[in-house]
């Protein structure tokens, strides 16, 4: 398969990911007190419309819970599968966090809006996993998702 096929920039991609997106890791998240910020309010959309948020913070050592849900330190000790993982890092920061996303093997990968790694994006392509750049994961959401 060429692994261009999973660099989605197309509606009908998108559309698809954000459908099939029911466990979200969110990678950067930020706290409650941050609540004015979209590493924290896009989460919390997510969650309000009924998607499992999974809470994985890079700074704030010391908070365990993040909207009520457990907090992980890194994507590997998230139990369970996630279809995609919701990355709140600027484009310099992410390649820290490829190895472990490559170890977590989700269906796809998210980087929100004016994010854009290429080299991260390759590579997580080239071992089978979706990416989109970006975009915002709440304003497709909401242009795609059914809502009950």
């Known amino acids: 398969m060429n692994f261009q096929e999973n660099l989605i920039e197309n509606d009908a991609g998108v559309e698809r990911l954000v459908k099939s997106a029911k466990r979200v890791a969110v990678l950067g998240i930020k706290t409650e007190q941050h609540s004015g910020q979209a590493a924290f309010y896009v989460p919390e959309y997510l969650s ?26 890194r994507l590997v000790d998230v139990p369970g599968e996630i279809d995609l993982v919701d990355v709140f890092r600027r484009p310099q920061d992410i390649d820290q966090h490829v190895e472990d996303i490559l170890a977590k093997k989700p269906k796809a990968v998210w980087f929100q809006s004016g994010i854009r790694n290429d080299a991260a994006a390759e590579k997580l392509a080239k071992a089978g996993i979706q990416v989109v750049q970006d975009r915002c994961l709440m304003v497709e959401h909401r242009r795609y998702a059914i809502l009950g």
């Open 48 to 73: 309000r419309a009924g998607v499992e948020v999974v809470p994985v913070p890079v700074y704030y050592p010391e908070v365990t819970q993040i909207l009520g849900k457990p907090v992980y330190r």
